[in-house]
């Protein structure tokens, strides 16, 4: 890890930031370089644009020689005050991602816990991710835990379970 860059992603990185959502996805999903990622490419530029603006995430890119060999995300969020979390304040972890030469080094812990120190910088002591089965053990070994009572409405159509009209 001698020869490796850690750094603070800016807005002049985010077409790179941008490149490298789409490969997480494409890794994440099983995705062949045929699947056409255009849409998800023009998306995630615009988020990034919008998230530098209204500074809603960070983003961590490492460098090797200028190769990518790993990279990492946190968006800060409002929800409504609850007893446990009375800002509502909220951080989510996501496109972490290690180039494949580059895993079991150290890497992503150091990513995500640059991360998490950006979220405690600011306040905020809620952090969430989803992880797939390769990271679970990291996040595991970081101190997360799985959440028990969370739900996810799957899909984008819109449901009418009770047949309602």
């Keep these: 890890m001698e020869n490796l860059i850690f ?84 951080a989510y972890v996501m496109n972490m991602f290690t180039a494949p030469s580059y895993r079991r080094k150290g890497i992503a812990m150091k990513v995500l816990d640059l991360l998490v120190q950006e979220a405690h910088a600011r306040g905020i002591h809620a952090v969430s991710l989803e992880a797939t089965s390769m990271g679970r053990p990291l996040y595991i070994k970081y101190g997360f835990v799985q959440m028990k009572d969370e739900m996810e409405l799957p899909g984008e159509e819109i449901r009418n379970p009770q047949g309602l009209r």
């Design 7 to 90: 750094y603070k992603a800016g807005i002049d990185d985010i077409d790179l930031l941008t490149e490298v959502r789409v490969e997480v996805l494409r890794a994440a999903n099983n995705l062949d370089e045929n699947v056409d990622m255009e849409d998800v490419r023009k998306a995630s530029y615009e988020y990034y644009k919008n998230c530098f603006e209204q500074d809603t995430h960070v983003a961590y890119l490492v460098k090797d020689n200028g190769k990518i060999a790993g990279s990492g995300g946190i968006s800060f969020y409002q929800v409504m005050p609850t007893y446990h979390n009375k800002t509502g304040r909220k």
